[in-house]
């Protein structure tokens, strides 16, 4: 069966520092791949998806990047952390089956504060 | 464009009463519909979803919902609340290239003794 790993589960980080978040998926293969973030008191939004290797597609310009080195992890980084960065990460994963529409399963997530 | 609207903020029943969850969708098409659920600091399940077959669909934990077309509405219902069920729901479409998701805003749903 299929598993999603985030970590780290949580985060307490100063303004200006560095930012890695890592996850990786099990038990599939070519996965598409997505990071969303969720505001306190708000719904989901779509930061960055993947459909392959290498491949980044970015929904929000902002101070944050992904990298997809290998085919069932996904890393979010930034280089300088904002305030407005705190937030609860989750990534998620969909079978790739071109055009049909699949589910996507979310990690357990990783609740970031910064300072 | 394809929205979603979540009508209630929040929703707070009885436990043992009926549970009603309301979602409706827009979209130049039938887009796939979900609801997942997410307990405080936890990542989100699905609980369900909907993807052209059956217009009734049923979920884990006692969960359905059923899809209508003529209302555009994707309504979240169970017959008699537990208080393991309080949690924020999220109503969800999926559509497009790349499996784009597009989010309500959630119902916090309250389960009271």
């Known amino acids: 069966s299929q598993t999603i790993h985030q970590w780290p589960a949580t985060l307490v980080q100063p303004v200006g520092s560095p930012l890695s978040l890592e996850c990786t998926v099990e038990?599939?293969?070519?996965?598409?791949l997505y990071w969303y973030r969720q505001a306190a008191g708000r719904g989901l939004q779509l930061l960055f998806y993947?459909?392959?290797?290498?491949?980044i597609s970015s929904e929000v310009p902002q101070n944050l990047s992904a990298s997809r080195p290998q085919d069932r992890q996904f890393i979010l980084s930034s280089k300088k952390l904002l305030l407005s960065d705190s937030g609860f990460y989750l990534c998620?994963?969909?079978?790739?089956?071109?055009?049909?529409?699949?589910?996507?399963?979310f990690g357990p997530g990783t609740r970031l504060l910064v300072l | 464009a394809q929205s979603v609207t979540q009508l209630d903020s929040h929703v707070s029943v009885s436990e043992g009463t009926p549970v009603l969850l309301r979602c409706n969708y827009s979209?130049?098409?039938?887009?796939?519909l979900f609801w997942y659920v997410q307990h405080p600091n936890k990542g989100l399940q699905l609980l369900l979803k909907?993807?052209?077959?059956?217009?009734l669909v049923k979920g884990i934990n006692g969960f359905e919902a059923e899809f209508k077309k003529s209302e555009t509405s994707f309504h979240l219902t169970k017959p008699s609340a537990h208080m393991s069920d309080a949690a924020e729901y999220f109503c969800?479409?999926?559509?497009?290239?790349?499996?784009?998701?597009?989010f309500g805003t959630g119902t916090r749903l309250q389960v009271t003794l």
């Open positions: 998620a994963w969909s079978v790739s089956r071109g055009l049909s529409q699949e589910t996507q399963y």
């Open positions: 038990g599939t293969s070519n996965p598409n």
């Open positions: 993947s459909v392959g290797i290498g491949q």
């Open positions: 979209s130049s098409y039938s887009p796939s």
């Open positions: 909907y993807t052209s077959a059956a217009t």
């Open positions: 969800v479409a999926l559509t497009g290239t790349a499996s784009k998701l597009t």
